[in-house]
């Protein structure tokens, strides 16, 4: 029951990693923070996993690469790729636009639903990123 | 996401490796600043630590890509202060410098300055520098900020030698008093011109002038780090804020401040060595490509450290791998440092990158490598390896983008 209404809820989570993830369902939405696209600066190239490919937690799936910077991307959850935002490939700049949004980068299938309670909701995550700007 | 900044600006000790770069920034510990840190800060700069001080990698306004575009169409201020500022003075200032380096600063006109390297007996490079021969009886000296302690080390040991031997000279560093500010890009002249009574085009590339800016006294020296037209100019730091200022303020064209990511994509565009990446104490200047560097009148005395095996290596045996330029043949990420080059037709790793980026003006990634002699001829194709997956480069000339360097007319 607890499981059920943790699952319908649209709140965004995000790993230490700087990865946010939204669940929808056996789906979760995978993406990097603003915190994460600012530090990288002008994205020039994304690179996704392939579809059907499965991870374990934190493995490493694709990169990130800026201008400056190269930028590995991991899983912050277990599970099978079911789809990449492919418009990416074209407009990789959509990251720093809107990372929350069009800038995400896949979904996947997620395998162990309790992973998902090792992620940070929006207060821990915010409270993570002042942490860590302020050590 | 692990994070590490474009490899190129690797070399610094503390290389930051993940996103928690602004942890570092503000985690300033013993990381030196320099006058214009509270300036950098005000102006929005991320400062990151490079070479032991905190200096901007990038400003909040302009990406990047936007700072590189300003630079080449417009000008752009770098602060260049942590880099090792040296006047070397005395009667014999031109045998210790020379004592330490590829250059014929004797034969250097008065003003004009070169680039060189301090070399190793092994024929290795401890630093490439600009040493500019001054008509006011000293040498002007700047070298890396990442190889400052080394750098002081190799000249108070010269000095030392020489002196014990009854010569004549002795060094200062610059360090506590001036700053030095690189003004960069196609309006620079214009832009300085506004606050120099002299006329800028009577100064050519790599010559060198004491001048009044602002009331200050100051040291102008007609180079730069971009491939573009440029100045360096030496400031006492009480008053380069108010320089800074007067650059910026310049009415007819924009003038912006840029950080170390753009120096960064700009030297590569324009060919330029990053130490630390793309030379050190391993490579050889006739690997390097710095041939050029090793002045004649060296050649002949052969005085010079490594010059047995930099000699051998330019007149009976070619070394074995050659510093080259990579453009990528198709879309793809960008190779970076470290990156192995193949063969295509063997698969076998021939080398590997040194410094690599997209390139802002010609949108197509770009690379320096070390590869086998065999494999360097401009137009060779090869494959970069990045993350198991295998790209198509071909061996380009450098610069990637022409230079634009204020040269005297030929005759």
């Given at each position: ?32 923070t603003d915190y994460a696209q600012e530090a990288l600066g ?94 | ?263 960064d994509t700009l030297r590569l565009e324009a060919g330029l ?139």
């Amino acid at each position: 029951m607890l499981m059920d209404f943790f699952l319908s809820l649209t709140e965004r989570l995000y790993s230490e990693k700087h990865e946010w993830v939204e669940i929808d369902g056996k789906l979760g939405t995978i993406g990097i923070t603003d915190y994460a696209q600012e530090a990288l600066g002008d994205v020039v190239y994304v690179q996704l996993p392939d579809i059907g490919a499965e991870f374990a937690k934190d493995d490493e799936v694709g990169a990130v690469e800026s201008v400056k910077a190269a930028s590995e991307v991991y899983t912050p959850l277990s599970g099978t790729i079911r789809e990449v935002n492919t418009k990416l490939e074209e407009k990789p700049g959509l990251i720093n636009k809107a990372c929350y949004t069009d800038g995400w980068l896949f979904k996947l299938e997620y395998s162990k639903p309790d992973e998902i309670k090792s992620l940070m909701n929006e207060g821990a995550y915010q409270e993570y990123v002042k942490k860590a700007k302020d050590s | 996401m692990a994070y590490r900044f474009g490899q190129s600006i690797r070399t610094v000790k503390r290389a930051f490796r993940s996103f928690h770069f602004s942890a570092c920034l503000l985690n300033e510990g013993n990381a030196g600043r320099t006058s214009l840190f509270e300036f950098h800060k005000r102006n929005g700069g991320k400062m990151v630590e490079f070479g032991g001080y905190l200096m901007p990698v990038v400003y909040k306004d302009l990406s990047i890509t936007d700072s590189h575009i300003q630079t080449r169409e417009r000008s752009s201020i770098f602060d260049v202060s942590h880099m090792l500022q040296t006047i070397v003075r005395g009667e014999d200032r031109i045998e210790f410098i020379e004592s330490l380096t590829v250059a014929d600063v004797q034969g250097l006109q008065d003003n004009q300055g070169t680039l060189t390297l301090f070399t190793n007996n092994n024929g290795g490079i401890i630093d490439d520098l600009i040493v500019t021969k001054t008509s006011d009886n000293f040498l002007y000296v700047v070298s890396n900020a990442g190889c400052r302690e080394k750098d002081v080390d190799l000249m108070r040991t010269q000095l030392k030698a020489l002196k014990s031997k009854g010569k004549d000279v002795s060094i200062e560093h610059l360090s506590e008093s001036h700053s030095l500010l690189a003004l960069q890009g196609p309006t620079a002249h214009k832009v300085l011109q506004s606050l120099v009574n002299y006329n800028l085009n009577d100064q050519y590339f790599m010559f060198s002038r004491s001048t009044e800016i602002c009331g200050a006294y100051c040291r102008v020296t007609r180079c730069g780090y971009t491939g573009e037209d440029g100045f360096e100019i030496s400031i006492p730091n009480e008053k380069v804020e108010e320089i800074t200022e007067a650059l910026l303020n310049y009415k007819e064209s924009k003038v912006a401040l840029a950080g170390l990511g753009a120096r960064d994509t700009l030297r590569l565009e324009a060919g330029l060595c990053l130490y630390g990446n793309d030379i050190d104490e391993t490579t050889t200047p006739v690997e390097a490509g710095l041939t050029w560097t090793i002045a004649k009148a060296r050649r002949q005395r052969a005085d010079f450290k490594g010059a047995n095996i930099i000699l051998k290596q330019i007149k009976e045996s070619p070394p074995s791998r050659k510093r080259i330029g990579l453009r990528a043949l198709t879309t793809g990420p960008p190779a970076r440092g470290h990156v192995a080059v193949l063969d295509p037709n063997t698969n076998e790793k021939v080398g590997s990158i040194t410094s690599g980026c997209p390139s802002p003006s010609l949108k197509q990634n770009i690379a320096m490598a070390y590869v086998s002699t065999g494999v360097s001829k401009t137009g060779t194709k090869l494959l970069c390896d990045i993350r198991g997956k295998q790209y198509e480069y071909e061996v380009s000339k450098m610069p990637f983008v022409p230079a634009k360097y204020y040269m005297p007319p030929k005759k």
